[in-house]
């Protein structure tokens, strides 16, 4: 069974600069989330898709960050304009369904901001 | 405020030698209960997780936790370390009262010398 895939693995921008970064799911897996890891922390979750609707934005930065899952399958997750703070590794992450069933992370994309 | 605390930062252990990481939550009832594994550069893998149940669950790679209600901790375990344990440990909840995101604590890195 595939995994959770997520590119680019790394990106350098100046800060400013705008980036996106993209992941599909394992297959049939109708929640996505994408967590933001900074250097030392646990991840913090940014987003959570169920289906093709957000279920949980709260935490999400709303002026820079953005998320879609348009057709409820691969998202994008972009940040525009960066910022130094969001240098960190994005992580998505897909399960079947909501509380009870496992989450399965992606190796993430890192992100340094010069 | 509900929390997930893993008091240790850093652990050093010999290979061979037992390992026990400590995993403390601050929620009202009792949430789900995870533990995850990061290797460096590496996405998240789930070593074991406790919904219900028999309070002490076995996972991969040899590890053990065990849910105690009294002390609100979930702490892992495993008899005899490995050089390839070497990695970061994060304990993370998931809490109906909290909207069901998946919260981690700040990690705990294992440092394993021969």
């Known amino acids: 069974e595939a995994g959770v895939a997520q590119s680019p693995r790394y990106k350098i921008i100046e800060k400013r600069q705008s980036v996106a970064f993209w992941c599909n799911p394992i297959?049939?897996?109708?929640?996505l989330y994408w967590y933001q890891q900074i250097l030392g922390q646990g991840p913090k979750l940014l987003i959570q898709?169920?289906?093709?609707?957000?279920?949980?934005d709260s935490q999400l930065p709303k002026d820079r960050f953005s998320a879609e899952r348009l057709k409820g399958v691969d998202s994008t997750l972009k940040i525009q304009p960066a910022k130094l703070e969001d240098s960190a590794v994005y992580l998505c992450a897909s399960s079947f369904r909501d509380l009870g069933s496992t989450i399965y992370f992606g190796e993430g994309s890192w992100l340094t901001v010069v | 405020a509900q929390s997930v605390t893993q008091p240790d930062i850093h652990i050093t252990v010999s290979e061979g030698a037992s390992l026990e990481l400590r995993c403390n939550y601050s929620?009202?009832?009792?949430?789900?209960l995870f533990w995850y594994v990061q290797s460096p550069g590496q996405g998240l893998q789930l070593l074991l997780k406790?919904?219900?149940?028999?309070?002490l669950v076995q996972g991969i790679k040899g590890f053990e936790a065990e849910f105690k209600r009294s002390q609100s901790s979930f702490n892992l375990r495993k008899p005899s370390v490995h050089w390839s344990d070497a990695a970061e440990y994060f304990c993370a909840v998931v809490s109906m009262e909290y909207g069901n995101k998946l919260v981690f604590g700040a990690g705990t890195i294992l440092r394993v010398k021969s």
């Open positions: 406790y919904f219900s149940g028999d309070t």
């Open positions: 297959s049939g897996h109708a929640t």
């Open positions: 898709f169920q289906n093709n609707g957000v279920v949980d």
């Open positions: 929620y009202g009832a009792t949430p789900y």
